[in-house]
């Protein structure tokens, strides 16, 4: 397919920036927004206060939507930062494209092993290392600079622009979902077309867009056996230990294998379809690669590629995360911990529903805890619920995309789903109730949530090329 000349402008524009690009991505990660770090909420105001001022520059109208404060189960408090709303264009000829982007990051800190601050974006081997480069503010900036580009050029942009962006999605999304449904309306109306760049390729060379998500249900269970910790020496032999309590109940949940044991859990799993397996086995998938992307030495299900997809995709899983409360520094401590915290998730599949995952959950943990017989404090309880999202990808918005990868990657991209979850998408199915697309510009050994995260320079820069040549496009479609 021969490129037009508008999208032969974009793409050179866009390769004269390349710099300018980077010295923006350097900006915010230099931002520590860490939604979970609640000591930082003032960096999370001030990412939205940067990219207000960016947004602004691209003459998109923004407002930002307060949400006021979060409460926690402890009592304490924080400032939820708010939701920027942007809008550019509002031409009634033209179709609305929503765009939704995070600003918060995971935690990061270099004693995990970071080969470089996490909070200084740092190149080595054409690689951009820094929290958040891939997941998700690499994206972000790659949409304003796909605008900038059609502006700089004066490039007409085929589509009039929504944008939201948040600063809680790595915590939940809290109160989001409020604020949406009560812009169904408002700002949200007139929507024609969903697009979100905050997932990433199944390897690292063949581009993909994806039509579904996992949920995934997050719970704790407090062990309480003193008023404080206390000396092993002193005390020990003498005391019912929470903290080997908690291990015993956590080792109920799953076997090595991730077969997850709680009574239930597998039973509203969306049963295989006949035809289901030719999906799996035609995706471009190397598990050679995937393994070395991991740093495992094995992978389970005998290393079989389709099983490996479908219990990314389509089957549950179940992952203990850590221990609050626990000793958990280098060194040496010879201490019983008074009250211990044991967290973990569950990844959810269609047709399974948090509600009732909750139940299963609360059921069996409250069986096994009798069974066992301790006399401590134990509560179980869900954090969080969100159920698992998928879309229909034969609508032409997804051939739109099919295009705009062809145009920048030469190559039609696969159809695939995902094993992470985006709070945001059931929302905006509900609140907006058109066509999701998820648009991935980064690769899949990023490493997102984990040491040395980066986004690749190839996917940055190609990756802004694919978001313009997106909405133009989308332009095209009827
Ligand atoms: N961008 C990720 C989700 C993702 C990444 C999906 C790659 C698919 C491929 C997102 O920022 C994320 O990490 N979400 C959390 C949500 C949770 C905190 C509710 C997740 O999946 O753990
Ligand atoms: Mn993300
Ligand atoms: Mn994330």
């Not at 009592?75 to 709303?85: E, H, Q, R, T, W």
């Not at 229909?392 to 295009?403: E, Q, R, S």
């Amino acid at each position: 397919m021969p490129l037009c000349s508008n999208l032969k402008q974009l793409f050179s524009e866009i390769d004269k920036n390349k710099e300018k690009y980077v010295d923006n991505l350097k900006e915010v990660v230099a931002i520590q927004s860490v939604s979970a770090w609640l000591h930082k909420r003032a960096e999370l105001r001030k990412i939205v206060d940067w990219i207000q001022v960016r947004m602004q520059k691209l003459k998109i109208h923004v407002e930002l939507q307060e949400l006021g404060q979060q409460s926690f189960q402890d009592g304490k408090v924080a400032d939820l930062p708010p939701v920027v709303f942007g809008l550019l264009g509002t031409d009634p000829k033209k179709k609305t494209v929503l765009i939704y982007g995070h600003l918060d990051v995971q935690p990061a800190l270099v004693e995990d092993g970071w080969n470089s601050d996490p909070f200084v974006l740092t190149e080595r081997l054409d690689k951009l290392y820094g929290r958040g480069a891939s997941d998700d503010k690499g994206p972000v900036l790659c949409w304003l600079h796909a605008v900038e580009a059609y502006q700089h050029l004066g490039i007409d942009i085929p589509v009039n622009i929504k944008f939201v962006f948040e600063a809680m999605e790595e915590s939940g999304s809290v109160r989001l979902k409020e604020l949406l449904l009560s812009e169904k309306d408002k700002f949200l109306a007139d929507v024609d077309y969903v697009c979100v760049s905050d997932t990433c390729w199944l390897g690292t060379n063949k581009p993909c867009v994806a039509y579904g998500l996992r949920g995934v249900c997050y719970f704790y269970i407090e062990v309480e056996s003193a008023t404080k910790d206390l000396h092993s020496g002193l005390f020990g032999g003498s005391v019912y230990e929470g903290m080997t309590d908690l291990i015993y109940m956590l080792n109920t949940l799953v076997d090595k294998d991730g077969r997850i044991k709680i009574t239930g859990l597998y039973d509203e799993v969306a049963p295989l379809l006949p035809t289901e397996r030719e999906i799996y086995k035609n995706i471009d998938f190397s598990v050679d690669e995937y393994r070395t992307s991991t740093g495992c030495d094995l992978l389970v299900h005998n290393e079989q590629k389709e099983l490996i997809l479908m219990h990314r995709w389509r089957y549950p899983c179940l992952s203990i995360h850590g221990i609050e409360g626990a000793f958990s520094e280098s060194g040496v401590k010879t201490v019983i911990p008074g009250k211990v915290i044991g967290k973990f998730s569950i990844r959810i599949v269609p047709n399974q529903k948090a509600k009732q995952i909750e139940r299963y959950v609360l059921n069996y943990l409250e069986k096994k805890w009798k069974e066992y017989g301790s006399p401590n404090k134990m509560k179980v309880y869900m954090i969080d619920g969100i159920n698992p999202w998928t879309e229909d990808p034969l609508h032409p918005h997804y051939a739109a995309a099919v295009k705009a990868t062809e145009h920048v990657y030469k190559i039609k991209p696969d159809f695939t789903r995902e094993g992470g979850t985006i709070p945001v998408t059931l929302m905006l199915q509900e609140a907006v109730g058109k066509n999701i697309l998820l648009l991935p510009v980064t690769a899949g050994d990023d490493g997102h949530h984990s040491q040395n995260e980066k986004i690749d320079m190839r996917n940055y820069i190609q990756g802004t090329k694919l978001l313009a040549a997106y909405l133009y496009e989308l332009g095209k479609l009827d």
